[in-house]
């Protein structure tokens, strides 16, 4: 009988309260991962029964720490040897010290680095690290140097400013004004009016995105002209009419249109142009899963770990040409090289800067 092992998959942005059985449930990778699961299989590398167990929770910033810390201790009360998640950067920070001390492999897919570990992997979906210095040096290139700053009141947009803020003294550009909102601000005229009467030459958005829209109408009602770039919460314009909001911004994206990883994965799938971003991060997600599962020793969450750490030089859907995934001994990053990709959104479609 072949070796069993079971996958924890914590998804920390569903309320389940609200979905009927046959709903597709938001933010779901377990395709991705049977699909790179069942790639290893047929060339022998993999013969273990693999067993998905699923918890849900509605994280922050809508929900709670409470209720990710509630999913994970599910999962661990399970069995099993690795979980897949969080993927929202405040719900990592919030679940990397329960890996470390249940000492149980985890792949998060967010952007905080702060949520790495002995046992907490991290698959960067942004950085909040990187993130801003990206913004940064966009700016530069358009000749901006004054720029007005709106930031979720949050781990995610606190971070994010700080390091904008490092890589602007560097670059000589002045943060003329800064405002912090809540991160389900709706109302921000008077935020926005504050920022341009610093009379800024670009104006950047950092958070999670559930604000974004409101900031980007306010600087439409005032017909403010000047660029606009956020970071990783312009990935929301894949969904809903954000894209259309938030028309002319530009943003920090996953993938690039000249990455050959991506293009072979699209077409071999079949799969339209919209759901690059998702096809990249989905196949990365599941190739670093799978290649750990082949390379572990066991299946316990020892083997798993050290299973994991083997993983390297992968060449990556994400990013531009030539990324790659891959962990280490003390590396717990996924991604190297140049993995974020700055693109706008003009008239509802994604369109990559060169």
């Known amino acids: 009988m072949p070796a069993s092992v079971k996958v924890g998959i914590l998804n920390d942005m569903a ?7 046959d709903v597709p449930v938001p933010g779901d990778l377990t395709g991705w991962l049977e699909r790179e699961i069942d790639a290893l299989r047929q060339t022998g590398r993999l013969d273990a029964e693999v067993e998905f167990v699923h918890a849900y929770a509605l994280g922050l910033p809508s929900g709670t720490a409470e209720a990710v810390e509630l999913a994970y201790r599910q999962l661990a009360d399970a069995g099993v040897s690795l979980i897949v998640g969080p993927a929202i950067g405040d719900n990592a920070l919030v679940a990397t010290p329960l890996a470390e001390q ?21 698959h960067q979906v942004g950085s909040h690290e990187d993130e801003s210095l990206v913004i940064a040096r966009q700016m530069a290139s358009l000749g901006r140097r004054r720029l007005a700053v709106v930031y979720d009141l949050s781990p995610i947009g606190t971070r994010h400013l700080k390091y904008l803020e490092g890589e602007a003294r560097v670059l000589g550009i002045e943060i003329a ?27 950047v958005y950092l958070g999670l ?15 403010w002209d000047g660029p606009r770039i956020m970071n990783t919460a312009g990935l929301r314009g894949y969904h809903g009419d954000f894209a259309h909001a938030c028309n002319g911004w530009f943003y920090i994206d996953m993938h ?10 699209m077409a071999r799938i079949d799969a339209p142009c919209r759901q690059a971003l998702a096809v990249a991060k989905g ?17 316990t ?21 030539g990324t790659l995934l891959g962990f280490g001994i003390h590396d717990r990053g996924a991604l190297h090289g140049r993995y974020l990709v700055v693109r706008q959104w003009l008239g509802g479609e994604t369109r990559e800067v060169a």
């Open 15 to 21: 309320d389940l309260s609200g979905l009927d059985d």
């Open 283 to 299: 196949h990365d997600i599941g190739r670093l899963v799978a290649e750990g599962l082949a390379r572990a020793s066991d299946f």
């Open 177 to 203: 004004a800064r405002e912090g909102i809540s991160p389900l601000a709706d109302d921000v005229d008077d935020t926005v009016s504050a920022l341009l009467a610093a009379e800024p030459d670009g104006v």
């Open 102 to 122: 249940l000492r149980i492999p985890t792949i998060n897919w967010a952007g905080a680095e702060r949520a790495r570990g002995r046992w907490m992997f991290q």
């Open 209 to 223: 995105g559930l604000s974004a829209p409101s900031v980007s109408r306010a600087l439409d009602r005032v017909g």
């Open 301 to 321: 969450r020892e083997g798993v770990r050290l299973g994991l750490e083997q993983v390297k030089w992968l060449p990556a859907a994400e990013g531009h040409e």
């Open 256 to 265: 690039s249109d000249t990455n050959t990883t991506l293009r072979a994965v």
